[in-house]
C-alpha cells in the first residue's frame, strides 16, 4: 500500500526535499498554501510605519532581502544551465530564462534601494570638514 502524500510531503522537508507533482491542480494548490502562508507571517505595515524606520534602519533590511533574492538568482541560474544541458522541454526553458532575467532585475533594484539609504553629504557639510 503506498505511503499517503502527507506522509511523503513530511520525509521529503526532513530532507530538505520536495516531491515533484504532475497534476497542476495540485500545484496550484500548494501555490496558494504558499501565497497565505508567506503573507499570514508577513509584519503588519501599520507597525512599520509607526516604527519610523530612518533610510540607515531600513538599508540592512533590504540588504538582507538582496542577499536572498541574489542567492536565490544564483542558483535559479544553475537549474536553468541544467535545464539546457539535459535538453528539458524548451517551454521550460523558456520560463526560467524570464524568471531567471526577472531575478537579476530584482537584484538590481535592490541594490539600488539599498543605495538609497545613505546619508548624502550636502556641499554645506563637505566643506567644513
Do not use: K, W
Amino acid at each position: 500500500m503506498p505511503a499517503p502524500h502527507a506522509l511523503i510531503d513530511a520525509v521529503a522537508r526532513r530532507f530538505g526535499r520536495r516531491r515533484a507533482y504532475t497534476d497542476t491542480t495540485e500545484i496550484d494548490a500548494l501555490l496558494t498554501e504558499q501565497t497565505n502562508f508567506v503573507y499570514s507571517q508577513a509584519p503588519d505595515p501599520a507597525d512599520l510605519a509607526a516604527a519610523r524606520h530612518s533610510e540607515l534602519a531600513v538599508q540592512p533590511l533590504l540588504m538582507d532581502v538582496r542577499g536572498r533574492a541574489l542567492a536565490d538568482f544564483v542558483y535559479l541560474e544553475a537549474v536553468l544551465a541544467d535545464a539546457r544541458s539535459r535538453r528539458l522541454a524548451p517551454e521550460l526553458i523558456r520560463s526560467l530564462r524570464t524568471v531567471v532575467g526577472h531575478s537579476r532585475e530584482l537584484t538590481g533594484l535592490l541594490a539600488d534601494a539599498v543605495r538609497t539609504t545613505t546619508v548624502p553629504t550636502t556641499t554645506e557639510d563637505a566643506s567644513s570638514r
